[in-house]
Each structure stands twice: as C-alpha cells, then as structure tokens.
C-alpha cells in the first residue's frame, strides 16, 4: 500500500462551501448529494471543513436557545488538518486509525486540489486484493 498514493483515489470534484454560505443550504446540499462533510474556501483557500456534527449544532441551537440560523463561518470547524497527494495510503490508514476522522482535504502547494476519505482507503486496499 505504500507504492499507492492520495492522488490515485481522492475525490477531485469537490462540493465546498464559502464562509459565507447559508447553513440552511449546506444542510440541504448534505441531503441532496449524501455527503457528510465538506470544505469551506475563501477566495480559494481551504479556511475550514464544515461537518453534519458542525450542522446539528445548528439545530441544537436553533431550538435550544430559538436563535436564527447563520452562515457556514459560524459552525465550521476552523482548525483542520490536510494531507499531500503524494502520501501513501498506508501512512493515511494509520492516520484514520488513530485520529478517528472521517476525511482529510488535500492541499498541494496550498491549494486544495482534493478529499480523500476511509471509504477511499478501503477501494485502495481492494485494488491490491487479489480477485
């Protein structure tokens, strides 16, 4: 699995959501298109992830404390952590593994250029299994 890199099987079509962005959309998006994360960008920088826990804060919050709803800036998760491309599956399962995540964005030079995912980590271990 080493010879296997994050380029090979992250996700590149990417549903990302701006800081801006209403909550109430990317709820709606998360239902629509089943995903269950995504990355917040501003003028092409990855300044967060926004998750389905981040949105059922919302709710909670809604009807906790009965306040409106707000933008994506208000709940997402602002401290994230990335993996290059060229890491290899391997070394991304271990990650997985000990730091219970369920995606990672792929920065390159800075830019976000991907996600990859468990799921992900899994079809790459398929490919080397013998059929």
């Known amino acids: 699995m080493k010879s ?3 380029r090979n099987y992250m996700a590149v079509e990417l549903i990302t959501f701006t800081p801006r962005s209403s909550v ?6 998360f239902l ?3 995903i269950s994360g995504a990355p917040v960008v501003d003028d092409g920088v990855l300044v967060g992830v926004l998750s389905e ?3 059922i804060e919302v709710v909670v919050q809604d009807s906790y404390y009965n ?3 707000g933008i994506v800036a ?3 998760q602002s401290e994230v952590e990335w993996v290059e491309p060229d890491m290899d599956i391997f070394t991304l ?3 997985f593994t000990k730091r219970h995540r369920r995606r990672y964005p792929v920065l390159e030079n800075g830019q976000l250029v991907g996600q990859i995912s468990r799921r992900d980590v899994l079809r790459a271990a398929m490919d080397l299994s013998p059929t």
């Open 67 to 69: 306040e409106n709803v």
């Open 32 to 34: 629509e298109r089943g």
């Open 4 to 6: 296997l890199k994050v």
């Open 24 to 29: 109430l959309d990317a709820m709606s998006l």
């Open 53 to 55: 826990v981040d949105l």
């Open 74 to 76: 208000d709940f997402m």
């Open 93 to 95: 399962a271990q990650r």
